[in-house]
């Protein structure tokens, strides 16, 4: 997963994959807010995900088949 690179892999690949710093103050949207570090960030959005009841739902749905 991406929390498992080390911190120069975790940059290329953050950069790679939404172009904005969330470590930075953004005022335009998405407008999230300012994190610490790259890894708070995503922590953050993993563990958005995993509380997700859409992703709930599917996860319940995945495991009657």
Known sequence: TLLAC?????????????????????????NWGSFPTLRAFWSTVLHVFENDPEVQAEKEIDSDM
Do not use: K
């Open 6 to 30: 080390n911190d120069a892999e975790l940059n290329h690949a953050s950069f790679a994959l939404i172009r904005i710093s969330p470590t930075e103050e953004v005022e335009e949207p998405p």
